[in-house]
C-alpha cells in the first residue's frame, strides 16, 4: 500500500497530520489556561492578592496608580512574579510601606492586573479611602477662602481651624469645625467668608493649621499664613503660592509685597519655589551668619546669581528689571524648562518689587 501511495505523498500527509496535532495542543493547551477567583484583601495595612491560575506556573501581579482603567502606555508599579502552587492556587501579600509594598499611601482607585502567559489579563479595582494630601486652601478677594480636596471612600469631612500655631497638638481645640459632604466624585469644598457668620479666624495676621478629618482616616493639615496686607492686592495669588512653599512674611503679619526685593530674598524664592538642592558651603563677607546664606550659596554655585564683587553678595541689593532677565535665562537654562513670555518691561532699569518679582518668576515658565 505504502509504495501504490508513493512516498512524497506519504510525508505529505504525515506533516499534515503533525501540523493539525500541533495546533490542536496550542488550542488545547489555551483552553486549559484560566485566571479565576481573584480576590483583593486589605488588613492592618496588608494588600493580599490572591485566586487561582489553571495551567501557568507563575503569574504577575501589576499596579496602575489612580486610575479605574488600564490603558496603552501605561506603566505598571512595581509588577510582582509570583509562583503557583501546585494546586493551582498563588497569593501575594504585601505591607504598605515594606520594600515589595504596594503604592497605597495616598488614598485613590488603583488597579491591581493579573496577568499571566497566553491568558487575558483580570483586573481588580482597590479603594484606599482616605484624604488626599493636597488638600488645596485658596484665599480670593481678600475675604474669601475655599478649602477643596479630594476624599475616598468617605461621605463627609470635617474642616477644623487650629489657630496661631504651625502644628496640631494633643488637646488643642479646634476653632468652629464644620462638616463637609463628599460628591459622587471624591471631591469636596467648602467656602466661608471672613466675617461671615460660618467665618474662618482670619482677622488676624498669624499662622493656623487646616486640618480635613474623616472617619477611620489620617487627618490631613495644611498650614495657612493671614498676612495683613496681601487682601486684594493684584498679585494676592501668586504671594500665596510662595506661602504655601515656605516663603514667611514679616513678624508684624505683614508680607509688604511692594517693597523693593533684595537680592537675599529673592535667593530664598527661587531655592524654595524650584526645590534647588546643591552645595551650601560657599561664604562671602556679607553672608556669614545671614539668615539666607544657605539659599546664596546654592543660587551663586548654579550660577543664577552674580556676586557684587569677587568676596561680596551684596544681601541688600536691590534687583533691576535687567538683573532679573539675566537671572530667569539662567534659570531657564539650569531646569530645562522654555520662558513661556518674553518678560517685556517698559523700563528694565527699574528696582522689581516683591511682588512685580514674585509674579514674573511664577509665570515665567
Request: proline share 2%.
Amino acid at each position: 500500500m505504502i509504495e501504490g501511495i508513493g512516498k512524497s505523498r506519504l510525508i505529505t500527509m504525515l506533516v499534515g497530520i503533525i501540523l493539525i496535532l500541533a495546533v490542536f495542543t496550542v488550542i488545547t493547551n489555551a483552553e486549559d489556561k484560566a485566571l479565576t477567583d481573584i480576590d483583593l484583601t486589605v488588613e492592618d495595612e496588608v494588600l493580599k492578592v490572591s485566586g487561582t491560575a489553571v495551567g501557568l506556573d507563575e503569574v504577575v501581579v501589576e499596579f496602575y496608580l489612580y486610575t479605574t482603567e488600564v490603558q496603552d502606555g501605561m506603566r505598571a508599579h512595581r509588577p510582582q512574579t509570583v509562583t503557583v502552587g501546585e494546586d493551582g492556587h498563588f497569593e501575594l501579600f504585601l505591607e504598605r510601606g515594606g520594600e515589595e509594598r504596594y503604592h497605597g499611601n495616598r488614598p485613590g482607585n488603583y488597579i491591581v492586573r493579573v496577568t499571566g502567559e497566553g491568558v487575558d489579563p483580570v483586573d481588580k479595582i482597590l479603594e484606599i479611602p482616605g484624604i488626599a494630601r493636597n488638600v488645596i486652601v485658596k484665599i480670593d478677594d481678600g475675604n474669601v477662602i475655599t478649602i477643596s480636596g479630594t476624599a475616598v471612600g468617605l461621605g463627609e469631612v470635617v474642616v477644623e481651624f487650629y489657630l496661631y500655631t504651625t502644628e496640631v497638638q494633643d488637646g488643642m481645640r479646634a476653632h468652629r469645625p464644620q462638616t463637609v459632604l463628599v460628591g459622587e466624585d471624591g471631591q469636596f469644598q467648602l467656602t466661608l467668608e471672613r466675617g461671615g457668620e460660618e467665618r474662618y479666624h482670619g482677622n488676624r495676621a498669624g499662622r493656623y493649621i487646616i486640618r480635613v478629618a474623616g472617619e477611620g482616616v489620617s487627618p490631613v493639615d495644611t498650614p495657612l499664613l493671614v498676612l495683613t496686607d496681601i487682601w486684594g492686592h493684584w498679585a494676592q495669588e501668586d504671594i500665596n503660592k510662595l506661602i504655601a512653599l515656605g516663603i514667611n512674611g514679616y513678624p508684624d503679619g505683614t508680607f509688604r509685597p511692594d517693597n523693593k526685593i533684595t537680592k537675599a530674598e529673592l535667593a530664598t524664592i527661587l531655592v524654595k519655589a524650584y526645590k534647588l538642592q546643591g552645595s551650601m558651603d560657599s561664604m562671602y563677607e556679607d553672608t556669614t551668619g545671614h539668615w539666607a546664606n544657605n539659599d546664596i550659596s546654592i543660587v551663586v554655585n548654579f550660577g543664577l546669581m552674580e556676586l557684587e564683587t569677587q568676596e561680596v553678595f551684596g544681601v541688600n541689593n536691590t534687583v533691576t528689571g535687567s538683573d532679573f532677565i539675566k537671572i530667569l535665562d539662567n534659570l531657564s537654562e539650569h531646569i530645562n524648562k522654555a520662558l513661556v513670555n518674553d518678560n517685556e518691561m517698559e523700563d528694565i532699569s527699574k528696582e522689581l518689587s516683591r511682588a512685580e518679582a514674585i509674579s514674573l518668576l511664577l509665570n515665567s515658565f
